[in-house]
């Protein structure tokens, strides 16, 4: 974890242990994308911040947008994957604010290729950011969000719920995760912690710029954002994150988002071999080629002419929500 002049996280003042009135948040995965609109959206309702992202710039564009909010917020680059970085953030809330009133689990990162294309650093990878990622911050802040009757929200996916193509690692981890935020609402509501699992489906977060792309990297790149540019199909990523905060304050077990995502699940629900076979279908459909090693998108070919027109509103979420400041390096 990097530390400002003084050996504070960065935003992080000397007045520790201060109590205050005001609600307390930390938000993970929150430099860019859907993490960052969560985290504005908390600032916008009265909460202070702790931020935390891997990446210090991307951390540091977002504590400085978020400030001009009128929220007092503290920025920790951290690896939540890591226990002990996890219960830093913690930690970083505890001493500044002197309390934690609510959890965001949002960390994430997503692989895009063939399962013949994957190798085991991939799967490695989604359960270490989206399940320990969520696991390690919500143990270390079970303690403090007792004492307040505190919430979490643990950003999942649709992908969590059913299988999605070419997304085999990505939605491994995210079963994982539904299943862990599933068992730890039943658990912690006696103890007065209120759990929301949330379940985007398809968003308009800019994200494809960051995702990791193998098989016929290109192809690959161009379905997953045309898939994600839909506007009936995938979610202004705005009104996503009003969604979801909205259902973790109402203390709601699981919002699932656009009509897609709620038919898709509900379907898997009542006809799983039907969805499995709808599924394999549409596999066929999509590029087979297998060449191990991932890319970020934003290192793809450029595309055609046509295909930016086709995904304008991608390439805008991209720009708005901080997918350029905090770009994803070559593995």
Request: overall charge positive; glycine content about 10%.
């Amino acid at each position: 974890m990097t530390a400002a002049p003084g050996g504070h996280p960065e935003g992080m003042t000397h007045d520790t242990h201060t109590q205050h009135d005001r609600p307390v948040a930390v938000v993970t995965g929150a430099s860019r994308g859907l993490g960052f609109l969560l985290a504005r959206e908390l600032a916008d309702r009265g909460h202070d911040l702790v931020l935390c992202a891997r990446s210090a710039d991307g951390l540091e564009a977002a504590r400085t947008s978020l400030q001009d909010r009128g929220a007092r917020v503290v920025a920790v680059p951290a690896d939540i994957a890591v226990a002990g970085e996890a219960e830093r953030v913690v930690h970083a809330a505890v001493d500044r604010f002197g309390r934690l009133d609510v959890l965001v689990g949002n960390a994430g990162t997503i692989q895009v290729g063939p399962a013949a294309a994957m190798r085991p650093q991939e799967y490695a990878q989604a359960m270490d950011v989206m399940f320990w990622g969520l696991v390690h911050p919500t143990l270390a802040a079970l303690p403090v969000l007792r004492r307040h009757g505190g919430r979490i929200l643990a950003v999942t996916s649709v992908g969590g719920k059913l299988p999605a193509p070419h997304l085999l690692p990505y939605t491994a981890a995210k079963h994982a995760a539904v299943g862990f935020a599933e068992g730890l609402r039943v658990e912690a509501a006696r103890e007065g912690v209120s759990v929301t699992v949330g379940v985007p489906g398809l968003m308009r977060t800019g994200s494809p710029r960051n995702a990791l792309f193998t098989g016929d990297r290109d192809a690959e790149y161009r379905w997953f954002t045309a898939a994600g540019s839909v506007p009936l199909l995938s979610m202004d990523a705005e009104r996503a994150a009003r969604a979801l905060i909205d259902a973790m304050l109402r203390g709601r077990p699981e919002v699932i988002l656009t009509p897609a995502a709620k038919l898709a699940t509900r379907l898997h629900g009542l006809a799983p071999a039907t969805t499995l076979r709808l599924l394999a279908g549409v596999e066929r459909l999509l590029p087979s080629a297998v060449d191990p090693g991932p890319e970020p998108g934003h290192t793809t070919a450029r595309p055609p002419r046509w295909f930016d027109a086709l995904t304008g509103l991608t390439r805008t979420a991209a720009r708005r929500w901080n997918q350029h400041v905090d770009e994803t390096p070559a593995p």
